[in-house]
């Protein structure tokens, strides 16, 4: 169980990326200076693992996640009938947004534990 833990704090950053890369091929720009950028970011934050910068690059993601969210809500509502692109709209849309905030609450949780560590306050038992 340990292990399984370990490996699901390891891999928001990874699957962070993947989903930087799935926004660059959706964006069809073969030089996309929002996700080279992001891209980055991500890459140094794996090699320098800074405790401050993994809380703040997961909460700007949740924030631009809402936003984008509701400007998916917003062209979803222009479509009159739901036929096969409201539906493709909304389903792929819902599935990227959610699951990277759902990604970035894994990278807080991650940050926020190694935090309590370093500063010795025992965390809570539940």
């Known amino acids: 169980m340990k292990k399984i833990k370990q490996a699901l704090l390891q891999s928001p950053e990874y699957l962070l990326m993947v989903a930087v ?4 091929v959706s964006a069809a720009r073969i030089i996309n200076p929002v996700a080279i950028g992001l891209l980055i970011i991500l ?7 800074n405790r401050i910068i993994g809380l703040i690059i997961p909460v700007i ?6 936003y984008m969210l509701l400007a998916l809500m ?13 539906q493709k709209l909304l389903f792929v849309g819902l599935a990227y947004f959610i699951s990277t905030m759902l990604l970035s ?4 949780y991650k940050y926020l534990s190694l935090e309590l560590k370093s500063t010795n306050i025992p965390a809570q038992q539940s």
Do not use: H, P
């Not at 917003?74 to 409201?86: G, H, I, K, Q």
């Not at 609450?105 to 807080?108: A, C």
């Open 21 to 24: 890369l799935f926004y660059w």
């Open 43 to 49: 890459v140094l934050q794996l090699i320098f693992k």
């Open 61 to 66: 993601l949740i924030g631009t996640s809402l």
């Open 74 to 86: 917003s062209e979803f509502r222009e479509f009159e009938t739901f036929n096969a692109d409201a």
């Open 105 to 108: 609450g894994m990278m807080i």
